[in-house]
């Protein structure tokens, strides 16, 4: 289990706190963190099945920047006037990477931090990315116009339009059961589809505020809102699952799964950092105070 917390001083402190006894590390960074778990949680970083852990960040200055394999590891420049930078990993396709500039054109890389840029798409507001073993990178990008656009497979793959008048969106992917992607409408309501491009959606929840998605090969998706009021629900497994009720005065949430220890769930409240693992039904951890953001991996 890792959990990163951005303080206000602009620094991220991750603690690994398991049954296993991880240790912990601090690192600064700029003004923006986005790392990858294999499994394609967005804005964490773990290393699992074989995959290289990636971090990328985005400085005050607009430059994104990655590393990938160790903590320690230099810094490989990605891109000098960068608005997001969002990253994956996984065994056989290695790093992905995505970056939407200062001018809304979206560019993305895999299997080496120095590879050359494919360029994927313009007129965008927000980018989310993915990747595992099987079925390779997701890429989802939610252009200035409120539509949603994915693609899976390869970073030429066509592009397959999901919805329009969107607001936010998520994506993740496992081997067993593809991909996963929600998205929040301009008018509050969540919606979730997984396994195809193509597949049916999903009403998942209304008067939401914000959305977060993981997913898993054993336990499948897991889908969290944040409702408008600040009441934060998780279900785990399936689309059509019941919801849990996590917590009530909520400002920000995280979700990661993993194959063994299940939903690792974080959730800021007035300032506080808490955490859960291994079950929706878990009790909360107070992980840190005096934060800022909160972003966990399995």
Same mark, same amino acid.
Do not use: C, H
């Given at each position: 289990?890792?959990?990163?917390?951005?303080?206000?001083?602009?620094?991220?402190?991750?603690?690994?706190?398991?049954?296993?006894?991880?240790?912990?590390?601090?690192?600064?960074?700029?003004?923006?963190?986005?790392?990858?778990?294999?499994?394609?949680?967005?804005?964490?970083?773990?290393?699992?099945?074989?995959?290289?852990?990636? *971090?990328? *960040?985005?400085?005050?200055?607009?430059?994104?920047?990655?590393?990938?394999?160790?903590?320690m590891a230099g810094w490989t420049r990605q891109y000098p006037k960068a608005a997001q930078i969002v990253v994956a990993s996984d065994a056989t396709n290695g790093p992905?990477?995505?970056?939407?500039?200062?001018?809304?054109?979206?560019?993305?890389?895999?299997?080496?931090?120095?590879?050359?840029?494919?360029?994927?798409?313009?007129?965008?507001?927000? *980018?989310?990315?993915?990747?595992?073993?099987?079925?390779?990178?997701?890429?989802?990008?939610?252009t200035t116009a409120g539509a949603v656009y994915v693609k899976e497979g390869s970073l030429n793959a066509p592009w397959t339009k999901e919805y329009t008048g969107a607001a936010q969106m998520a994506v993740a992917s496992d081997s067993a059961s593809g991909l996963l992607i929600a998205v929040l409408t301009t008018g509050g309501v969540a919606y979730a589809k997984e396994s195809g491009l193509n597949a049916p959606w999903t009403k998942e929840y209304t008067k939401t505020a914000k959305i977060a998605v993981a997913s898993d090969a054993t336990n499948g998706p897991l889908i969290a809102v944040l409702t408008t009021a600040g009441v934060m629900y998780a279900k785990e497994g399936s689309l059509t699952a019941g919801w849990t009720k996590e917590y009530t005065g909520a400002a920000q949430m995280a979700v990661a799964s993993d194959p063994v220890t299940g939903a690792l769930i974080g959730m800021l409240s007035a300032g506080v950092a808490y955490a859960k693992q291994g079950g929706l039904s878990t009790p909360w951890t107070n992980e840190s105070f005096g934060v800022t953001q909160v972003a966990v991996a399995g």
């Open positions: 289990m890792a959990v990163f917390a951005l303080g206000g001083n602009g620094m991220a402190k991750s603690w690994a706190r398991s049954r296993a006894g991880l240790g912990g590390v601090l690192f600064a960074l700029g003004t923006a963190i986005a790392v990858m778990a294999p499994a394609g949680q967005s804005a964490v970083a773990a290393a699992r099945t074989g995959a290289p852990s990636v *971090i990328g *960040i985005l400085t005050t200055a607009g430059v994104a920047d990655a590393k990938e394999g160790s903590l992905v990477i995505v970056v939407l500039t200062t001018t809304g054109v979206v560019y993305a890389k895999e299997g080496s931090l120095t590879a050359g840029w494919t360029k994927e798409y313009t007129g965008v507001a927000k *980018i989310a990315v993915a990747s595992d073993a099987t079925n390779g990178p997701l890429i989802a990008v939610l």
